[in-house]
């Protein structure tokens, strides 16, 4: 009996470091690859964010200064307010996303054919989105001045005016993102139960007062998944500025500020200043993600 | 007709009819209550399937106007594409080219590096996708099945990767390639997407927590080994997620531009995107607009057939995951 148990504790432990290596093996390439490709780089951004680099002499140590270069620097509050601005957007992509979901989520026809419409946008190539809206832009011949003709309204050259350039940046990343915000109002709006609704109406709700106390709360984790997602992709924004308006607009009025970080680390060889402004926009997305969580947890919502 | 158990047949106004929730006859007095019960239908004249069927036409109508502005500027690429170089400055507008002038697809090889934008992002989201999808999977059945100090918060490290920005880590990736000579090859875009992906083994491993350990337990009495349980059992078991994420990765990488436009610069080492990019800058001070279009509809056309081909586990992918890819 005891030798028997002494017999099998060693095999089962030996079994079990086996194991601990064949899984440490099949995890270590995206370990390897993260400590590599995420990691190291991004330890190297903090360092060269304290130092004078050119990118071709080794880095200089240089204290807070590209910090305090930061603040008395216009383009660089600038792209940082341009950054902000654009993400307006976002709010009305939001409220439009969840209309047209709940459009779709009516016993009707021709569902699948919507679905798909608005979903094409969301998988073409930015670039070549961009590409077609700056078309679509022109002051004289574009598409947009073309339809406002129509209904009588001198359209502006859009991307030319530094008022109206941010306006169009927007209305075109809407346009794009509508789909993937619709699809998953969509998905969330079918899980919420019917009996729900049922109740609510047998106790007198209005369809208003519905949407508000069972749907709104129902869809909340996907509009909390949304404003993350949104604000880390929107604070990123670079391909259509970079396409729509190579020189940061007119009065750097659609300069962002990933585009500024780009075109000081490459085109001006300024890495530790762009670096150093790199990990600004890293630290404000984690902890813009960070209170997202919280004020999510705070708010956590059930109903019985 | 399926529709007919959730809604019923056509309804003349006044005429009873079957509430489709409760299935009463609507007597006038039962109709009385129900409108008690609902107070924004009393003194409606019309019935609420009459009222649901009105809706349906006006969201449909809605809805079609909507879609016509979601498909507009691709139309209109494509309309522009065919035109000729006078056309697209005639006013009023055409819509429908006059003549329609299909040469500016076949000028368009010519004018610019298109044919090896197509083959160098080929090879790049081929390789990508196709290796970084193995490594993958083989990292989530880990993560999801297996035995492993620190298992957890090696995970959870992964995860928290996905919070740092791309342009806060580009620089001294950049360097690094620059140091090893890979700048302006297309190995800097592979290399490090073949170590897999944190958002692919996320789901993944979601997948497999819904595959029983006993099946597993069961192959390791049989003697099998790890590598023969992932290829004989897993692997068949998480094919299906594995394709959504594929194709979603796949588009993401095909689409890609920031880390392109670093790496890239001899043009027939460029990726589609950055060519239509430089198509773009290049023609459009010659106001070759037709030249463009053609390109830009070119560089969409792959992905929007992938679409349209795997829309359905594309979008049940999405609905489901939250992931873009």
């Known amino acids: ?304 | 007709m399926s529709t007919s158990t959730s809604l019923p047949g056509p309804v003349q106004a006044g005429a009873p009819l079957l509430d489709p929730q409760g299935g009463l006859p609507g007597s006038p007095a039962d109709r009385r209550r129900r409108a008690n019960r609902t107070p924004d239908a009393s003194g409606h004249p019309l019935t609420r399937t009459t009222r649901y069927k009105l809706g349906n036409v006006l969201v449909t109508i809605i809805l079609s106007l909507g879609a016509i502005v979601m498909l507009g500027p691709l139309l209109w690429t494509f309309s522009t594409s065919l035109k000729t170089h006078d056309a697209i400055f005639a006013l009023p507008p055409q819509w429908i080219p006059d003549p329609v002038v299909w040469e500016n697809y076949l000028r368009v090889w010519s004018a610019g590096p298109l044919l090896s934008g197509i083959r160098n992002s080929l090879i790049v989201a081929g390789t990508v996708t196709v290796v970084g999808s193995i490594t993958s999977s083989v990292a989530a059945f880990a993560f999801a099945k297996m035995r492993m100090p620190f298992k957890n918060a090696v995970f959870l490290m992964l995860l928290a990767g996905l919070m740092i920005p791309f342009p806060t880590i580009m620089i001294p990736q950049f360097m690094v390639f620059a140091e090893i000579g890979w700048v302006d090859t297309l190995l800097p875009l592979i290399v490090p997407g073949l170590f897999g992906n944190i958002i692919m083994i996320f789901f993944l491993k979601q997948y497999l927590e819904n595959v029983p350990d006993s099946i597993i337990e069961a192959a390791k009495l049989d003697g099998a080994s790890y590598l023969q349980i992932f290829f004989r059992l897993i692997f068949p078991a998480i094919r299906p997620a594995m394709a959504a994420q594929f194709i979603l990765w796949f588009m993401a990488v095909w689409n890609d531009y920031l880390a392109p436009i670093i790496y890239l610069n001899t043009p027939e080492k460029q990726t589609l995107q950055l060519v239509i990019a430089s198509f773009n800058a290049q023609y459009a001070s010659q106001t070759d607009y037709p030249l463009i279009m053609a390109a830009s509809f070119i560089a969409l056309l792959p992905v929007l057939i992938v679409f349209i081909i795997f829309q359905r586990q594309i979008i049940e992918s999405v609905a489901l995951t939250g992931g873009k890819g």
């Not at chain 1, 590599?36 to 060269?48: E, Q």
């Not at chain 1, 809407?174 to 998905?187: C, D, F």
């Open chain 1, 1 to 304: 009996m005891s030798t028997e148990v002494l017999r099998t504790k060693p095999r089962r432990s030996r079994l079990h470091r086996r194991e601990h290596q064949v899984a440490l093996a099949f995890i270590a390439i995206p370990l390897i690859g993260f400590l590599l490709f995420t990691l190291y780089p991004l330890l190297y951004s903090v360092y060269a964010s304290f130092t004078s680099w050119n990118g071709l002499a080794a880095p200089k140590f240089n204290g807070f200064d590209n910090y305090i270069k930061m603040w008395n620097d216009p383009y660089f509050l600038k792209s940082m307010w341009n950054t902000l601005f654009l993400m307006i957007g976002i709010p009305i992509g939001l409220v439009l996303s969840m209309a047209l979901a709940l459009g779709l989520n009516r016993r009707m026809r021709g569902i699948t054919f919507f679905r798909t419409v608005y979903y094409i946008p969301v998988i073409s190539s930015i670039a070549a989105i961009a590409i077609m809206w700056q078309w679509a832009y022109n002051g004289d011949f574009g598409l947009i001045n073309q339809v406002l003709d129509l209904v009588g309204i001198q359209g502006p050259n859009w991307l030319a005016d530094k008022d109206t350039v941010k306006p169009a940046l927007i209305i075109m990343a809407t346009w794009k993102g509508l789909g993937y915000s619709m699809l998953l109002y969509l998905a969330a709006l079918q899980s919420v139960p019917r009996y729900l609704y049922e109740a609510a109406a047998l106790d007198g709700a209005g369809t208003w007062q519905q949407f508000r106390n069972i749907t709104l709360p129902m869809v909340r984790p996907v509009t909390f998944f949304l404003v993350v997602t949104s604000i880390i992709g929107g604070s990123q924004i670079f391909i259509e500025i970079n396409i729509m308006t190579p020189l940061g607009g007119p009065e750097f009025s659609s300069a962002s500020i990933v585009w500024y970080i780009w075109r000081q680390a490459f085109n001006n060889l300024h890495m530790g200043y762009a670096s150093a402004m790199s990990i600004v926009l890293g630290l404000i997305i984690f902890i813009v993600t960070v209170i997202q969580f919280r004020l999510n947890r705070r708010n956590q919502f059930s109903i019985d």
